[in-house]
């Protein structure tokens, strides 16, 4: 399995400075991407999403950026802030041999914001 | 609008007991899923209901079941618990079965 926890990609930056997470995805099906961010203590947050027909969806101070060549996912924050810490997720829909779909969850990075 | 609910937010058993974790989903969603989150695994599928019956289960011994009522709200329940179950059981309520999820703040379950 995979791990988060102490042995999570880390991203440490200084307040203000822009954040880039990245995440490689598996299946090359998936049509539906989204970003998640979860704090200690709570469950994961819905931050931002984009469908496989683009390649980039801005939101309020974040940017989710999609390669589809590469099977590449990144997420941007602007100015990041303090109040940005936490382990950030990406997550994708694909459609099951079932004809169902599944959203399956990659590995995780924890992000620490320096004041 | 409420978000997803879970209860109990916390919860300690003992080894061979079961648990039922519950599961409010946001108004109007009708699928819902299930996840164990634990340091080792991360985030780990368990299964999705949608109109009170199973779409998706995950790779979980058959101890791990749940359910889902008329009105979308959903259990989870564990039978002889083990101390590798203790983990943050997270419950995702959506629109619809393969759009976007939101997630609960979890049920902490210990095993002791």
């Known amino acids: 399995g995979e791990s988060v926890g102490l042995h999570l990609p880390t991203l440490s930056v200084q307040e203000g400075d822009n954040s880039i997470i990245n995440c490689a995805y598996s299946?090359?099906?998936?049509?539906?991407f989204i970003w998640y961010k979860q704090e200690s203590g709570k469950g994961p947050q819905f931050i931002i999403d984009i469908r496989s027909n683009m390649d980039k969806r801005q939101g309020q101070r974040v940017t989710v950026l999609l390669n589809k060549t590469v099977k590449h996912l990144s997420l941007q924050i602007a100015a990041t802030q303090p109040g940005d810490s936490a382990v950030y997720f990406c997550a994708e829909i694909g459609t099951l041999n079932s004809g169902y779909s599944t959203l399956t969850f990659g590995k995780g990075t924890m992000l620490l914001v320096s004041p | 609008k409420a978000g997803v609910t879970q209860t109990p937010r916390y919860l300690i058993k003992t080894r061979g007991q079961q648990v039922t974790l519950s599961c409010s989903p946001i108004s109007g969603h009708r699928s819902v899923s299930w996840y164990q989150q634990t340091p080792g695994q991360g985030l780990q599928f368990l299964f999705e209901?949608?109109?009170?019956?199973?779409?998706n289960k995950g790779n979980f011994p058959g101890r791990f079941s749940g359910r889902q009522f008329s009105n979308s709200r959903s259990e989870m329940n564990v039978s002889t618990l083990e101390l590798g179950d203790s983990a943050l059981y997270l419950c995702?309520?959506?629109?619809?079965?393969?759009?976007?999820?939101?997630f609960g703040q979890g049920t902490r379950l210990t095993v002791v």
């Open positions: 299946n090359s099906a998936s049509d539906y």
């Open positions: 209901y949608f109109s009170e019956t199973q779409r």
């Open positions: 995702a309520s959506s629109l619809r079965q393969g759009a976007g999820a939101f």
